[in-house]
């Protein structure tokens, strides 16, 4: 029988299984080089990773040339200092120092300016109010470079706000992810992340926990327009003929609704 506890997982460990489970920055990383080269006709070379976690995704930005650069903002100290003493040491001397992690506020003003800002794994979600995710947006534009791109991912489906708890398997360990409610008054919904571990068979739960509103696609196009960006680019993904994703995304208006789907969308400054 599965034993199941409230998670008390050492952060190198929760983390970890968190990068094993949900990241793919790799494919991030090149969607964003082939975006932004197809609106400006150039790479982007600094990058700003807003709600970074351990900022992963920014370690590996420096690592493409001796001109990139990566700011990565986070206001938990925990994930920062996982990345400080897991991910930053993997670096050269010379990627170090154009690795910047910045314990703050997204929503801070700060000194430097950036080619690119990303909000991945559906962070943003957080700002529940209209004018909170407007205000989060403006402080975003005025943070590009003038040739600057602001990429976001959401998610949806007609099960995206279904109680469901979903389960994948990994090679050691499992990762749930489980929707407990939706709220359709207020668009708000809490989600919880689960692993188990195999070697034990113990699953900890609520490793992660998230009370997010769910955004739409043209809702956040507009106030994404409302916010000053002069352009926004919707994506899909297409299908590998067996009715799921084949992580190839591409600049569509129209779309087919289904069980789960998860999107980019690109704000030009």
């Given at each position: 029988m599965q034993e199941e506890i409230e998670c008390t997982l050492p952060p190198e460990i929760k983390y970890q299984l968190y990068e094993t489970s949900v990241q793919c920055h790799s494919a991030d990383i090149l969607f964003i080089n082939r975006e932004f080269?197809?609106?400006?006709?150039?790479?982007?070379?600094?990058?700003?990773?807003?709600?970074?976690?351990?900022?992963?995704?920014?370690?590996?930005w420096v690592c493409q040339s001796q001109e990139h650069l990566a700011f990565a903002i986070d206001?938990?100290?925990?994930?920062?200092?996982?990345?400080?003493?897991?991910?930053?040491?993997?670096?050269?001397s010379a990627q170090q120092s154009r690795m910047n992690y910045v314990l703050g506020n997204v929503l801070d003003n700060y000194s430097f300016k950036t080619d690119v800002v990303v909000a991945f794994n559906f962070s943003y979600f957080v700002f529940k109010k209209r004018k909170e995710l407007l205000d989060y947006f403006k402080k975003v534009r005025k943070s590009l470079n003038e040739q600057g791109a602001f990429f976001i991912d959401l998610f949806g489906g007609t099960e995206a706000f279904a109680p469901l708890e979903e389960?994948?398997?990994?090679?050691?360990?499992?990762?749930?992810?489980?929707?407990?409610?939706?709220?359709?008054?207020?668009?708000?919904c809490q989600y919880y992340i689960h692993f188990k571990t195999h070697h034990d068979g113990i699953k900890h739960k609520n490793a992660f926990s998230y009370s997010w509103r769910m955004w739409t696609v043209a809702e956040?196009?507009?106030?994404?327009?409302?916010?000053?960006?002069?352009?926004?680019?919707?994506f899909w993904e297409g299908e590998d003929g067996k009715g799921s994703g084949d992580g190839v995304f591409y600049n569509t208006k129209q779309a087919e609704n289904c069980e789960s789907w998860v999107t980019y969308i690109l704000a030009l400054n």
């Open positions: 080269k197809q609106a400006y006709d150039k790479a982007p070379l600094s990058l700003r990773e807003d709600f970074c976690g351990t900022a992963i995704m920014a370690c590996d206001i938990d100290k925990c994930p920062l200092e996982y990345g400080l003493s897991h991910h930053y040491p993997k670096l050269s389960e994948t398997e990994h090679d050691g360990h499992s990762y749930y992810w489980d929707c407990e409610g939706y709220n359709p008054l207020t668009a708000e956040l196009c507009e106030i994404l327009e409302d916010a000053g960006f002069s352009k926004t680019i919707t």
